[in-house]
T-cell receptor, first 113, second 112 residues
Framework: NAGVMQNPRHLVRRRGQEARLRCSPMKGHSHVYWYRQLPEEGLKFMVYLQKENIIDESGMPKERFSAEFPKEGPSILRIQQVVRGDSAAYFC???????????FGPGTRLTVL | GDSVTQMEGPVTLSEEAFLTINCTYTATGYPSLFWYVQYPGEGLQLLLKATKADDKGSNKGFEATYRKETTSFHLEKGSVQVSDSAVYFCALNLRRDDKIIFGKGTRLHILP
């Protein structure tokens, strides 16, 4: 059973560009979570999604950030008009139900120049 | 609010030394408690967990006991190896919602 997959693993963007981060949950998992890790910090919750629904987005910045988990395909975290402060590692996790253990992907490391 | 506090690193030990990484939490209700490990350049791996008071989680020689009276979940290992060098995160899940709350992490260096 493949683990949680994220791509790309590394993403470089210039200020003002858009960043799209993808997450494929483990097989059989319908719950997806996104977390952000700033340098030398712990992970901070951003958003929780189920298929076609955003359940909890209390950790998402109010502007420029959006997330989706369509009926088919991976979950997408989208950051518009990136700024240097968006540079971080973004981790996706999935679980088969809730509440349940969350399994993490390898992360996408976003660098904004 | 709900939070996790763990000892600051880095922690540097010699191989075969005894390890303790302290973790305390503040939470309303009865959280599940976790230790995650992050090896260089990788994502987080679940190391162990405990879901109720007095439960002991264990894995790969690591142990932690859920202490409700002291709101603690300290990580211990009797004899560390160089391969244990990583960042360790203590975390909780409140179960009434779905977010995991993480501590800031403790970087561990094991010298041969």
């Amino acid at each position: 059973n493949a683990g949680v997959m994220q791509n790309p693993r590394h993403l470089v963007r210039r200020r003002g560009q858009e960043a799209r981060l993808r997450c494929s949950p483990m097989k059989g998992h319908s719950h997806v979570y996104w977390y952000r890790q700033l340098p030398e910090e712990g992970l901070k919750f951003m958003v929780y999604l189920q298929k076609e629904n955003i359940i909890d987005e209390s950790g998402m910045p109010k502007e420029r950030f959006s997330a989706e988990f369509p009926k088919e395909g991976p979950s997408i975290l989208r950051i518009q008009q990136v700024v240097r402060g968006d540079s971080a590692a973004y981790f996706c996790a999935s679980s088969p139900s809730t509440p349940d253990t969350q399994y993490f992907g390898p992360g996408t490391r976003l660098t904004v120049l | 609010g709900d939070s996790v506090t763990q000892m600051e690193g880095p922690v540097t030990l010699s191989e075969e030394a005894f390890l303790t990484i302290n973790c305390t939490y503040t939470a309303t209700g009865y959280p599940s408690l976790f230790w995650y490990v992050q090896y260089p350049g990788e994502g987080l791996q679940l190391l162990l967990k405990a879901t109720k008071a007095d439960d002991k989680g264990s894995n790969k020689g690591f142990e932690a006991t859920y202490r409700k009276e002291t709101t603690s979940f300290h990580l211990e290992k009797g004899s560390v190896q160089v391969s244990d060098s990583a960042v360790y995160f203590c975390a909780l899940n409140l179960r009434r919602d779905d977010k995991i709350i993480f501590g800031k992490g403790t970087r561990l260096h094991i010298l041969p």
